[in-house]
């Protein structure tokens, strides 16, 4: 074991100075913007940080000893939950979002990444959960998906009324053609009806086309 000099431990004494407000700096910008918590193998609660109180609205106490099933919010099926718990099960990171339940009953939404915590031999003791609040943009999604609905119903009634009309017209003057009594001005007559009446149809096709065309391009524009 070789020798220590004077300087090199001042060296080192001086990086741990500068060094420790550093690690205080970073923590609690961690603390601040992000929602972390602890748990043991069994997915209990053994440490949360402020904002994961602030956020869920329960003390560091109620939420020490617990599950996360204390702000399961049962938006999501048994199958989701059950991934996750199978991914970090294998030691692998899990990365997802989820819908959780603060103790006052209302809602809110997690970009949740949840990294094992391994001992020597590379297996799970504990799990270390990290969180961004996202609910902003989760509803502003859900608006977004509430106001596609709207306008594709407002279509949907649209196609619904005028469409029958050119489609009525159409097999009136169709029955029509049978009748042996039509002079070839009457049928020239019932065949520019079915033309005008196939125009209308035509337009009423282009014109959902593109309003489908532009619910999609919206869709990818919000994925993008």
Known sequence: MGIIKRNEVYTVNGAQERLIPLLMAYQQAVDTSIISSITDVKGTIIHVNQRFCEVSKFSRQELLGQNHRI???GFHPKEFLKKMWTTIGKGQVWHGEIKNQAKDGSYYWVDSV??????????????????????????????DREGQVNAMEEMLFKISHELRQPVVKILG???????????????KIIVEGIKESAIMLDNYTRELAGFVHKIRNEQDLDAG
């Open 71 to 73: 702000i399961n919010s």
């Open 114 to 143: 949840i990294v094992p915590i391994k001992d020597s031999v590379g297996k799970p003791v504990q799990y270390l959960s990290l969180r961004t609040l996202i609910s902003e943009r989760k509803e502003k999604e859900e608006k």
């Open 173 to 187: 003057l169709s029955d029509l053609i049978d009748d042996s009594r039509n002079s070839p001005e009457d049928l």
